[in-house]
């Protein structure tokens, strides 16, 4: 997956963010669940960073607190330094933080290529004719042109993978998050898909904040990997990933890549079985 985006679309170097004591409580006042509880965290622009855990840790709250889904009930979230989650405030979702969803939202009675089209026609308002001629454009310089008309349902879960992906794009956001996209694919598939993605970071340098339970994948992939404890969701170990770019899969079965699995799975094992004992299940 080459990307190349058009030159008046290259986005501007920026996508810092910033958590400084991020607390989100469900139902404050009678049950009191504390989802996530003073996490602080900075995440350089351009960065690829990972979070892991188990789940119904807080790491999908987490991030919905940064894409504004969600408002946070403590502390402060700031994308270059603006303030864009704070208590009191409602959340405020913006086309600067695009997210793909670990199961997927591809629009089924649209076709690829106008799935990838909606964006810049709600958010750019560009005319429906100038956008499927930008989305059918990238679809192509990214190996995707001969599904350009084709219906979700008629593609595999690889491919819908990508399409997602190419439509998160397309607007040229800020930052991407990411939600465990390629928690339903198989090995293969999820193989190709690390792969794919690693490209796509090569060619973009966007910031990423990708939330996982796996940490091959995230060690592969990014380039620092944040271990969080079992709920509340506090920062409970980092990890930087030195390993050269490009990468690829081949990378995990060398040396060095089994080395810093070894240097964090006791963190990560751990909180997991903290998780198993309580049975936790993701609020959010």
């Not at 990508?162 to 293969?188: G, S, T």
């Not at 909180?271 to 198993?276: L, M, N, Q």
Request: proline share 5%; aromatic share 6%.
């Amino acid at each position: 997956m080459a990307v190349a985006l058009k030159p008046d679309r290259v986005a501007q170097r920026a996508g810092a963010i910033s958590l400084r004591a991020v607390r989100k409580v469900y139902d404050p006042g009678r049950l009191d669940v504390v989802a996530v509880d003073g996490w602080t965290l900075d995440v350089a622009s351009g960065e690829f960073l990972a979070v892991v855990g188990p789940s119904g840790c807080g790491k999908t709250t987490l991030l919905n607190g940064i894409a504004g889904f969600d408002p946070i009930t403590g502390g402060e979230i700031l994308l270059d330094g603006e303030t864009i989650a704070s208590p009191g405030g409602s959340a405020r979702p913006s086309a600067d933080r695009v997210v793909v969803f670990q199961n997927g939202a591809l629009f089924p009675w649209k076709t690829v290529v106008e799935n990838v089209a909606y964006g810049p026609i709600v958010q750019r308002r560009l005319s429906r004719p100038l956008a499927l001629d930008e989305a059918r454009s990238l679809l192509q310089r990214v190996g995707l042109g001969e599904v350009a008309d084709a219906y979700p349902s008629r593609l595999s879960s690889g491919v819908q993978r990508r399409v997602e992906m190419v439509r998160a794009l397309i607007n040229d956001p800020k930052v991407l998050l990411l939600d465990e996209p390629f928690r339903a694919l198989d090995a293969i598939a999820k193989s190709v898909m690390h792969e794919e993605l690693l490209k796509l970071y090569d060619a973009t340098k966007k910031t990423i904040f990708f939330i996982t339970h796996d940490l091959d994948e995230a060690i592969l992939l990014a380039d620092r990997v944040v271990v969080s404890t079992t709920r509340p969701a506090r920062v409970k170990h980092i990890l930087a990933i030195d390993l050269p770019r490009p990468r690829s899969y081949r990378m995990m079965a060398s040396a060095a890549f089994l080395d810093l699995k070894r240097s964090v799975a006791d963190a990560v094992h751990e909180e997991a079985e903290k998780a198993f004992r309580r049975g936790e299940r993701e609020l959010a």
